[in-house]
């Protein structure tokens, strides 16, 4: 091989690559919100779930693509362990569109294709004019590197050492091997049998040679989900778990199939006898349809399966003090947020939500130990706290809609409310130390008349979360009624207070505690309404 004849090659398969990415990036631009729409609305089990994994791969052009949204689903909790599972058995299917069109040789016409592409994105001006210029030049691009790939590779035809390497394809353990490590490295299974297209259409290799090459690359293309599920949760760890676990039974069903039944080879070989290429993209649809077909009764099995080989892990004291839903994947899935950004206040609300109650049983029991469990959880609230307001300032550079970005600016004021009423909380545990310092006990009435207040002020935390986490605006009478419930009974509570103090029923020093409880639970009664109206009902 010269040198130009290498250049050439790299030449080729970087503008081959280019063009593939170029086109899916475009094509998932173009159909991203609404694709992200649908697949949390049509997965309601595994049937249809597949049938939207099928459309969504073939509109999108690429698997890892879709697994890799669907990792970020599962680990925000949009979509569960099961609905991701049949999306991903549909993707295998939908992943079979690029072979094909790439079986049709367009390399001809690939130049004015790639003209056409390049005058519409960088002559016109709307912007949905300019994606499309986008997908038609690197699909362009595409068959111009697969061109280029071509004529460098031609005299590799007369080279033996080459020729002799490639029939090792036929061993299945050397082709498996060799499609799973070159897909992992490109990290696109469209990509690698592209490539295995165009060694076929310079006579290179034959479907005998690349059938096994093809079961490779399937298990190979699962690399990006795996790299994509690091750092998620647990069952985001299993949605890529559940892909390689799927292509890893597809390619051993396959395996036992040609080794009983070789003539499967030809059988496909005689569908298109004169064009390698096609037979390449048949046989890959073959495969992946059958194994849809026979596995997808199966998901159900499979997914307890890989729940059982990835369990959760124990939690640790401090297990709270992480963030669960925001990380550094919404960098390529802007779309997911707000979502992502009002699951992760959800979790800080509960969080502080059960602070609130662990104060309140700190201060009636009189316990030591719960007044510093309520610290602890005061401290993994600040850590929330300043994490996800991090992450927010970093979400905000991200290419979001306006609408996106003013209910982005609101969720700033709620990592607030919620801060300030777990502070609120500590402020009552303070109030127990304070009391068994004092070594004097509240009247039964100032009891009561606390017990039913703290009740109701627990109601409107968890009243608050539910209206914040469902955006059920038909819940706002009741908390608005509730709200004002909590501050009439704040009111009664001090008049009954003072004719207590003027029975002298009650200490000056109790009598402060008293008071400054009120105050903390009215505060948290406020918190808990901006909570409520932080929330963008349009959406």
């Not at 709307?126 to 280029?148: A, D, T």
């Not at 004291?317 to 992480?322: L, N, T, W, Y």
Request: charge should be negative; include cysteine; charged fraction near 15%.
């Amino acid at each position: 091989m010269t040198i130009y004849m290498l250049f050439a090659l790299l030449g080729g398969l970087g503008l081959f690559l280019y063009g593939m990415n170029l086109m899916s990036d475009a094509l998932e631009s173009m159909a991203g919100n609404r694709m992200r729409r649908i697949l949390e609305m049509l997965t309601k089990n595994r049937f249809t779930g597949a049938l939207v994994g099928t459309v969504a791969t073939g509109i999108v052009q690429s698997s890892s693509a879709i697994t890799v949204m669907l990792v970020g689903f599962v680990n925000a909790n949009l979509m569960t362990l099961t609905q991701a599972a049949g999306v991903i058995v549909g993707s295998n299917i939908g992943t079979t569109v690029t072979s094909q069109l790439i079986a049709f040789d367009l390399s001809k016409i690939a130049p004015f294709i790639l003209f056409v592409g390049m005058v519409m994105a960088l002559f016109l001006k709307k912007r949905k004019f300019v994606k499309i210029g986008l997908i038609i030049l690197g699909f362009g691009m595409l068959f111009v590197g697969l061109n280029l790939m071509s004529e460098a590779m031609a005299p590799l035809r007369e080279i033996e050492a080459f020729t002799n390497f490639l029939v090792n394809f036929r061993n299945p353990i050397v082709g498996v091997l060799v499609g799973a490590i070159f897909t992992a490295v490109i990290q696109s299974s469209s990509a690698s049998l592209g490539i295995l297209q165009a060694f076929a259409m310079m006579g290179l290799v034959g479907l005998d040679q690349a059938v096994y090459v093809i079961l490779g690359q399937n298990i190979g293309t699962c690399i990006t989900t795996i790299l994509a599920s690091i750092g998620t949760s647990a069952n985001s760890k299993r949605t890529a778990g559940f892909h390689l676990s799927f292509n890893v039974i597809g390619m051993v069903v396959f395996l036992i199939v040609l080794a009983i039944a070789p003539q499967l080879v030809t059988w496909v070989e005689s569908l298109s006898p004169t064009n390698v290429s096609r037979q390449i993209a048949n046989f890959h649809t073959l495969f992946n349809l059958s194994m849809t077909i026979l596995l997808l009764p199966f998901t159900d099995y499979l997914v307890n399966l890989v729940i059982r080989l990835i369990p959760e892990k124990a939690d640790g004291k401090d297990s709270e003090k992480k963030l669960v839903y925001l990380n550094q994947r919404l960098e390529n899935q802007p779309n997911l947020a707000i979502s992502a950004t009002m699951k992760e206040l959800h979790r800080m609300g509960e969080i502080a939500g059960k602070n609130y109650n662990l104060s309140i049983e700190a201060f009636f029991d009189g316990d030591e130990n719960k007044v510093d469990k309520v610290k602890q959880l005061e401290s993994t609230v600040d850590y929330l706290s300043d994490s996800i307001t991090k992450v927010m300032i970093e979400l905000r550079g991200l290419d979001l809609h306006d609408k996106d970005l003013v209910q982005l600016g609101k969720l700033h004021h709620t990592i607030i409310d919620l801060e300030r009423i777990s502070d609120r909380s500590e402020d009552i545990a303070e109030f127990a130390l304070l009391q068994m310092d004092v070594g004097q006990s509240m009247t039964k009435d100032a009891i009561d008349d606390l017990t039913s207040l703290t009740n109701k002020v627990n109601d409107i935390i968890q009243l608050s979360l539910d209206i914040f986490s469902t955006l059920d605006q038909s819940k706002m009478d009741s908390i608005r009624q509730l709200r004002s419930d909590i501050e009439f009974d704040k009111l009664a509570c001090m008049d009954r207070h003072i004719v207590r103090l003027q029975k002298q029923e009650c200490t000056p020093q109790v009598g402060v505690i008293f008071t400054n409880i009120l105050t903390s639970l009215e505060r948290i009664a406020s918190h808990s309404m901006n909570i409520a109206n932080s929330v963008n009902f349009n959406d």
